[in-house]
């Protein structure tokens, strides 16, 4: 072993090395570069473990290296070419050129003066840093309290697999005083005031027919039509309105490994709503911490109203509706995509590829790419208002303190006589102690990530399959019971999508279109992404085949 022994004591030697040394190279004597210039990996080896030298190893397979870093190339940099030669022109709904004081925009956290309008230095300052993307001048943003602005610098990350998060198109929001928003206003009203009574109950309860009663005459109302107690709240997807309001991916026990976890929640108690003083909801918008907190129910429930799905998704991580569908999916042995080339193989099974473990890959790698996109729209195209800085305008124009363009079907609707005899005011009562989030209102993020990852889910199974023994939660969330009725996963993950963004709407933090143009923007993203993904697959098959969320059925 003496040879081997004094080779591997002159390599050590010349691995001690600092970085840029150099040596002169001698005879018997081995400096870094010669070392690793010179030498196979196999010869290190030998080497450095006293083990006979081989022969460098030789890779098999259909493509010789060469042809292997073509044929990546091709696959990376084809819709990189498209996108530059074509890039997209974003518009938007106009309001804040519109109105001076940008009651049109979101400016949580900024400065307002007691009618809760944004110090103008200060929108301007955020503006200037939204454009010029310098950490200095986002240091240099006056804020008016504690909260800091959510991740705009986010906006500006690339997304280098599926487009570019600057390649997405988006609908125009609502424009603040048009009867659209106006109407979506409404509905958050209602739904808020709707926060405890249970899906089970909407047949029967006062409070869903005066709603029912009042979205129904509201002109631009974007809900399903005709508007009832079967189909107040819902979405606007395939399946939404089939079944019981909740999907069954969020009822169903969740398979995880050894354990299964049943979806019982910490969910809030009834009535546990805030910001309907005037003053503290002044000092959520300057950016100050809430004065008071959520109460939470003691006993564990599976979701039964408007306020449980309201609760899951204020502590959710962010792609964990999606995950948990995923593994339910394996559960309950669903059948594949029809599309799916291991349906035809005979000896071999899929995994890294087709299988579990790709599809649990697809739910996350799309929620990446799905939130820098929905950022990119929401900082630096729309920065729509929120609901709760909107509803400021409403308590002022009702109570004669400010006067506004808000649209007169709004004014005139009796959800603001129900609101304010409940709780004096005319704001929003929100389900979270902070209110929103400190980022724009559209897109909705919870939208576009599910968007995102049911799109992928929709691609893997079969959407077709039922299924089996479906649930309902009780009226009192405190069991499951038997659903009698046929339900399908292409069905059931739609109204997935729509109950999370649903959800951020019942909260007070977000509008309809918020969440369903989330839901498309996550869709279009996640469509990019399998389709470059496609391409990478070997194994021969038609492509990916799901419904959209327009209920277009297409093979990526």
Same mark, same amino acid.
Request: aromatic share 10%; glycine share 10%.
């Given at each position: 072993?003496?040879?081997?022994?004094?080779?591997?004591?002159?390599?050590?030697?010349?691995?001690?090395?600092?970085?840029?040394?150099?040596?002169?190279?001698?005879?018997?004597?081995?400096?870094?570069?010669?070392?690793?210039?010179?030498?196979?990996?196999?010869? !290190?080896?030998?080497? *450095?473990?006293?083990?006979?030298?081989?022969?460098?190893?030789?890779?098999?397979?259909?493509?010789?290296?060469?042809?292997?870093?073509?044929?990546?190339?091709?696959?990376?940099?084809?819709?990189?070419?498209?996108?530059?030669?074509?890039?997209?022109?974003?518009?938007?709904?106009?309001?804040?050129?519109?109105?001076?004081?940008?009651?049109?925009?979101?400016?949580?956290?900024?400065?307002?003066?007691?009618?809760?309008? !944004?110090?103008?230095?200060?929108?301007?300052?955020?503006?200037?840093?939204?454009?010029?993307?310098?950490?200095?001048?986002?240091?240099?943003?006056?804020?008016?309290? =504690?909260?800091?602005?959510?991740?705009?610098?986010?906006?500006?990350?690339?997304?280098?697999?599926?487009?570019?998060?600057?390649?997405?198109?988006?609908?125009?929001?609502?424009?603040?005083?048009?009867?659209?928003?106006?109407?979506? $206003?409404?509905?958050?009203?209602?739904?808020?005031?709707?926060?405890?009574?249970?899906?089970?109950?909407?047949?029967?309860?006062?409070?869903?027919?005066?709603?029912?009663?009042?979205?129904?005459?509201?002109?631009?109302?974007?809900?399903?039509?005709?508007?009832?107690?079967?189909?107040?709240?819902?979405?606007?997807?395939?399946?939404?309105?089939?079944?019981?309001?909740?999907?069954?991916?969020?009822?169903?026990?969740?398979?995880?490994?050894?354990?299964? !976890?049943?979806?019982?929640?910490?969910?809030? !108690?009834?009535?546990?709503?805030?910001?309907?003083?005037?003053?503290?909801?002044?000092?959520?918008?300057?950016?100050?911490?809430?004065?008071?907190?959520?109460?939470?129910?003691?006993?564990?429930?599976?979701?039964?109203?408007?306020?449980?799905?309201?609760?899951?998704?204020?502590?959710?991580?962010?792609?964990?509706?999606?995950?948990?569908?995923?593994? %339910?999916?394996?559960?309950?042995?669903?059948?594949?995509?029809?599309?799916?080339?291991?349906?035809?193989?005979?000896?071999?099974?899929?995994?890294?590829?087709?299988?579990?473990?790709?599809?649990?890959?697809?739910?996350?790698?799309?929620?990446?790419?799905?939130?820098?996109?929905?950022?990119?729209?929401?900082?630096?195209?729309?920065?729509?208002?929120?609901?709760?800085?909107?509803?400021?305008?409403?308590?002022?124009?009702?109570?004669?303190?400010?006067?506004?363009?808000?649209?007169?079907?709004?004014?005139?609707?009796?959800?603001?006589?129900?609101?304010?005899?409940?709780?004096?005011?005319?704001?929003?009562? $929100?389900?979270?102690?902070?209110?929103?989030?400190?980022?724009?209102?559209?897109?909705?993020?919870?939208?576009?990530?599910?968007?995102?990852?049911?799109?992928?889910?929709?691609?893997?199974?079969?959407?077709?399959?039922?299924?089996?023994?479906? =649930?309902?939660?009780?009226?009192?969330?405190?069991?499951?019971?038997?659903?009698?009725?046929?339900?399908?996963?292409?069905?059931?993950?739609?109204?997935?999508?729509?109950?999370?963004?649903?959800?951020?709407?019942?909260?007070?933090?977000?509008?309809?279109?918020?969440?369903?143009?989330?839901?498309?923007?996550?869709?279009?993203?996640?469509?990019?992404?399998?389709?470059?993904?496609?391409?990478?697959?070997?194994?021969?098959?038609?492509? *990916?085949?799901?419904?959209? *969320?327009?209920?277009?059925?297409?093979? %990526?």
């Amino acid at each position: 072993m003496k040879n081997s022994d004094e080779e591997s004591s002159k390599a050590e030697h010349s691995l001690e090395k600092a970085d840029g040394e150099h040596t002169t190279d001698q005879p018997g004597r081995l400096n870094r570069r010669s070392f690793l210039g010179g030498v196979t990996a196999a010869t !290190v080896a030998a080497g *450095f473990l006293g083990l006979p030298t081989i022969a460098e190893a030789k890779e098999i397979g259909p493509e010789n290296p060469v042809q292997r870093r073509e044929d990546e190339w091709v696959r990376r940099n084809g819709d990189a070419v498209a996108e530059k030669l074509l890039p997209p022109k974003h518009p938007t709904n106009g309001d804040e050129d519109r109105y001076f004081n940008k009651i049109g925009n979101f400016s949580k956290g900024l400065p307002h003066d007691v009618l809760g309008e !944004v110090e103008l230095s200060a929108y301007t300052g955020l503006i200037t840093a939204l454009t010029s993307g310098a950490a200095s001048d986002f240091e240099a943003i006056q804020l008016g309290g =504690v909260v800091k602005l959510s991740n705009p610098q986010s906006s500006y990350a690339y997304c280098l697999e599926g487009s570019d998060s600057h390649v997405g198109v988006t609908a125009l929001p609502p424009a603040y005083a048009g009867n659209e928003q106006g109407s979506e $206003m409404a509905e958050n009203y209602w739904m808020a005031l709707a926060r405890d009574v249970a899906f089970a109950n909407y047949d029967s309860d006062p409070t869903i027919a005066a709603a029912v009663a009042d979205l129904s005459t509201f002109p631009n109302y974007q809900g399903p039509q005709p508007v009832t107690p079967d189909t107040i709240f819902r979405g606007f997807t395939p399946g939404d309105l089939i079944g019981p309001y909740v999907s069954q991916f969020l009822a169903l026990p969740i398979p995880y490994g050894a354990m299964t !976890v049943p979806q019982q929640i910490t969910t809030n !108690v009834a009535g546990d709503d805030h910001m309907t003083s005037y003053l503290g909801w002044l000092n959520i918008q300057n950016g100050g911490a809430p004065t008071d907190h959520n109460v939470f129910d003691s006993t564990p429930r599976y979701m039964r109203d408007l306020r449980d799905i309201a609760a899951f998704v204020h502590k959710d991580f962010s792609y964990e509706a999606g995950l948990n569908a995923a593994l %339910i999916l394996g559960g309950m042995a669903a059948t594949l995509d029809p599309n799916n080339p291991y349906l035809s193989y005979t000896k071999t099974a899929a995994f890294g590829t087709f299988g579990a473990p790709d599809v649990l890959d697809m739910v996350g790698r799309v929620s990446a790419a799905a939130l820098r996109c929905v950022y990119f729209q929401k900082w630096l195209v729309h920065r729509r208002v929120r609901p709760e800085e909107y509803a400021g305008n409403v308590q002022n124009q009702m109570t004669g303190q400010g006067s506004y363009p808000l649209p007169a079907r709004l004014l005139s609707s009796p959800v603001l006589t129900a609101i304010f005899d409940k709780y004096g005011t005319y704001l929003l009562p $929100m389900a979270y102690a902070e209110g929103c989030p400190a980022h724009p209102s559209f897109p909705q993020g919870h939208g576009t990530l599910i968007g995102a990852t049911v799109t992928v889910l929709k691609a893997f199974y079969n959407e077709t399959f039922e299924i089996p023994n479906p =649930v309902v939660a009780s009226s009192d969330g405190l069991s499951l019971e038997p659903y009698n009725g046929s339900l399908t996963i292409g069905n059931e993950l739609n109204k997935l999508a729509a109950n999370i963004a649903r959800a951020r709407d019942a909260s007070g933090v977000h509008w309809r279109s918020d969440g369903m143009n989330g839901l498309l923007l996550g869709e279009a993203a996640a469509i990019k992404i399998l389709k470059d993904l496609k391409a990478n697959y070997w194994e021969q098959f038609a492509g *990916f085949q799901l419904t959209k *969320f327009n209920g277009r059925t297409i093979v %990526i």
